[in-house]
């Protein structure tokens, strides 16, 4: 079955960085386009970037282009997300998403900047 395990959260004070890693199994990984979405507290759940299977497309959202950074390993099965200058406003639940026919989310990992 398709499992999506997110690592890579913590505590980290403004300015700071962290890498999110989010290792796929149970189905082709390097066929489908892979997202990382975050949900703030008392917010909706938020794309943050996408990747298409070729890592040729990129979609990022207008708060965390410049600073985030999505890309994969195709051959290790492994999304990561990597944020540089982090704001207390990135602080959330960050969610690995497959884009397959139906999507499917990760567990998540808690992102927390401290000001």
């Known amino acids: 079955q398709v499992k999506l395990v997110e690592s890579g959260g913590g505590l980290v004070q403004a300015g700071g960085s962290l890498r999110l890693s989010c290792v796929a199994s149970?189905?082709?990984?390097?066929?489908?386009?892979m997202s990382w979405y975050r949900q703030a507290p008392g917010k909706e759940r938020e794309l943050v970037a996408d990747?298409?299977?070729?890592?040729?497309?990129?979609n990022y959202a207008d708060s965390v282009r410049g600073r985030f950074t999505i890309s994969r390993d195709n051959t290790e099965n492994i999304l990561y997300l990597q944020m540089n200058a982090l704001r207390p406003e990135d602080t959330g639940v960050y969610y690995c998403?497959?884009?397959?026919?139906?999507?499917?989310w990760g567990q998540g990992t808690q992102v927390t900047v401290s000001s």
């Open positions: 990747i298409n299977s070729n890592s040729d497309i990129f």
């Open positions: 149970g189905f082709t990984f390097g066929w489908w386009r």
């Open positions: 998403r497959a884009d397959l026919r139906i999507p499917y």
